[in-house]
């Protein structure tokens, strides 16, 4: 019998495996040294260290960054755009720049195809999908020659109304795979996003083409190591809704792949959520390279229809992550005489100077090492020694320009990036009408417990939580999650206009549709279930809400759009400060979201203490410029009910936890670290 359910994520620095024991409800945690030349490497090696016997995995779920550092490093394949002529401009042209329009410094997005990679296709379609034009066949066969013998990657096809009738798109695919054969990528607009907006549309195709081959190809490889080692459990790749897919189908839809990694954490966040009964929490993950953040609210997490990434949209389900340049490997550098961090990272290789890799400059880890801050000999669990003397020279490269001593320069670094990872906090929260008091601020990554108290602190956020193997956090999210495809539908109506047995007859479509797909996954009739929405905006608004449904059929009950328009209303309020119930709304796309359940694993109560006394050593770190006699724990040594006080620093093989003064540590019933100032322990 097959005994764990595995997970792996793939950061800048370190690749994370959780393993879960499905004979004895036990989690284990690991981290590999993530290998940039070829990543599948550090999987294999990460999973090898923490499965005996790789045969015995039953489950396999990976988050990978393959398609999103192709995108942001520009190093995807060559794409030719075929687009209908006479539009062809579109993509070019895109839209400008609503908030940026009094910004002198604005510079438009660089798409990812110059103009001369774009070709005119005869052949149109009108608003309802009727053909106008017969599609030039002849055109087609003739730019999939150019593609052959120029040397594209990928083409991406997208013509206009496609979304309403893909039957040119699908005859294009067909032609091009006549020309290219049938194992070369043809990334079609309406099967990357079928929604209105010619732009938005044509750029996930774009996009989807430009990442594909990458992602595909990576998968391809990783599942040959696996097969190679005896696993049998299908490979499963988390997608950027929250769901999980089979890699086959991930490999058919890689646009879906984009934000894969960083979505583990907040879907930790929502189990976390669950288990413990806090409805609000803001996810912090702080790795080698980045700091995301991502937002639970009332238990669920914060998603969107549409993603921009470098100032590129994309139509898709998306969790809402922000993401600034601030991780563990972030260099600091000076500009006109003031001290910056990041978002350049020393990365994996040379890494921190710290690391005795041959990195020279001055990063985060490095100053906290200074600081006292990490251990130096059980850095991940003891897989790195770090050198202090080196980083207090890399420190000095900058500090003495600035007549710093390394101390001072070290408490400015790390004064600097929480500044900027408090900032990026503010934008998902205060900028959208969120106070981020009202929510516990949850820290993982293998840097986010270092930094976490520091940034509630700043925010005013009363309570910080560090969950069980925090370095591995996202990879435990991945654990969390079910299956999920998302269907859509452009359905556009005013309230007045919507013949709503019409609706509901078009949303049963979708929901067996989606209840369909779910058989290719593997998932069993009685554990496949669809959940219904709509976006809705006022009438001549140009942006919408998703407004629930509570079923497929709900749009032919009595009084539904009295209701729709209340339930609209609710969440305008909610989300702008006011409404206007009663107006005029308009119906834009409709919506569905199929889900298998992949099975609820148990949080296990972690073990009471049986005495208030735990191991531990006193050593001297710098707080506020002035060192402080420090409690010294590794987390293995704490037990649920234990409680002290900062300044500590509990140590453990993922992630690196520090408690300033004048803040308390509870260790609660699922061994998390729940971190409060004095004032509200008093309270």
């Not at 004895?24 to 993530?34: D, E, I, L, P, V």
């Not at 607009?189 to 990458?214: F, I």
């Not at 694993?601 to 420090?630: C, G, W, Y």
């Amino acid at each position: 019998m097959t005994r764990y359910r595995v997970s792996m994520d793939i950061g800048g620095t370190f690749t994370d495996i959780v393993a879960y024991d499905q004979q004895n409800g036990s989690y284990t945690a690991a981290k590999a040294s993530t290998t940039p030349g070829n990543l599948s490497v550090g999987v294999i090696a990460g999973l090898e260290s923490i499965v005996p016997d790789l045969s015995d995995i039953d489950f396999l779920v990976h988050g990978t960054t393959q398609g999103l550092n192709a995108f942001l490093e520009r190093r995807g394949v060559p794409v030719l755009l075929l687009a209908t002529a006479g539009i062809e401009d579109t993509y070019h042209i895109a839209r400008g720049p609503r908030t940026e329009l009094y910004n002198a410094q604005y510079r438009k997005p660089k798409p990812l195809t110059e103009r001369k990679d774009v070709v005119g296709i005869g052949g149109r379609l009108d608003d309802q999908g009727r053909e106008i034009r017969a599609l030039d066949e002849v055109g087609l066969r003739r730019a999939g020659r150019r593609a052959a013998e120029e040397g594209y990657g990928a083409v991406a096809v997208a013509f206009l109304f496609s979304y309403k009738n893909p039957a040119h798109e699908l005859r294009a695919r067909e032609i091009l795979f006549e020309e290219l054969g049938d194992d070369f990528t043809v990334s079609l607009s309406h099967e990357a996003a079928k929604e209105w907006r010619e732009y938005e549309r044509t750029s996930s195709a774009v996009v989807e083409a430009y990442t594909g081959p990458v992602v595909r190809n990576y998968l391809y490889d990783l599942e040959q190591k696996l097969d190679q080692r005896g696993v049998e459990a299908p490979l499963h790749i988390m997608q950027s809704s929250g769901g999980v897919l089979t890699a086959e189908s991930a490999r058919k839809r890689p646009l879906q792949t984009l934000l894969s990694g960083p979505v583990g954490g907040a879907m930790g966040g929502v189990e976390l959520s669950e288990v413990s009964g806090r409805a609000n929490l803001i996810g912090v993950d702080m790795g080698g390279t980045s700091f995301d953040v991502s937002l639970v609210v009332d238990g669920k997490p914060d998603v969107a229809t549409e993603a921009v990434l470098e100032g590129l949209p994309m139509l898709m389900s998306v969790v809402n992550i922000h993401t600034v340049g601030a991780g563990g490997g972030s260099v600091a550098w000076l500009e006109a005489g003031g001290l910056r961090v990041g978002p350049r990272s020393a990365g994996a290789n040379p890494g921190p100077a710290c690391y005795g890799r041959g990195g020279t400059e001055p990063t985060v880890t490095d100053a906290n090492l200074v600081l006292g801050r990490v251990d130096p000999g059980w850095f991940a669990g003891g897989q790195v020694s770090l050198d202090r003397s080196a980083a207090l020279q890399a420190l000095r490269t900058v500090g003495d320009q600035l007549g710093l001593d390394p101390i001072a320069m070290a408490e400015g670094i790390c004064d600097v990036a929480n500044s900027q990872m408090a900032q990026a906090i503010r934008t998902i929260t205060i900028s959208r009408g969120i106070e981020p008091r009202d929510f516990s601020l949850v820290a993982f990554g293998g840097a986010g417990p270092m930094h976490a108290v520091f940034l509630a602190k700043e925010l005013g956020i009363p309570e910080t939580v560090v969950p069980r193997f925090p370095g591995a956090f996202s990879a435990w999210g991945m654990l969390q999650t079910n299956i999920r495809k998302d269907f859509s539908e452009p359905y556009f109506f005013l309230d007045q206009d919507i013949d709503v047995a019409d609706m509901a007859g078009v949303l049963r479509d979708m929901e067996l549709e989606g209840l369909e797909s779910l058989v290719s996954e593997g998932v069993p009739p009685e554990s496949r279930r669809t959940v219904a929405s709509v976006d809705v905006r006022y009438e001549s608004q140009e942006f919408t809400l998703n407004v629930p449904l509570l079923s497929a059929e709900e749009p032919a009950s009595e009084n539904f759009l009295e209701d729709l328009g209340v339930r609209f209303s609710v969440m305008y309020m909610e989300r702008y400060g006011h409404s206007n119930l009663g107006a005029p709304i308009e119906v834009v796309t409709l919506r569905t979201q199929a889900e298998g359940d992949l099975g609820n694993l148990v949080a296990p109560r972690f073990e009471m203490a049986q005495s208030t006394e735990f191991k531990h050593e006193i050593r001297s770190v710098v707080f506020d410029h002035a060192n402080h006699q420090t409690i010294i724990v590794r987390r293995h040594d704490l037990a649920a009910g234990h409680v002290f006080s900062g300044p500590a620093i509990i140590v453990e093989e993922t992630a690196t936890t520090v408690v300033p003064p004048g803040f308390n540590v509870v260790v609660d019933e699922f061994g998390s670290l729940v971190i409060r100032n004095d004032d509200a322990l008093e309270n």
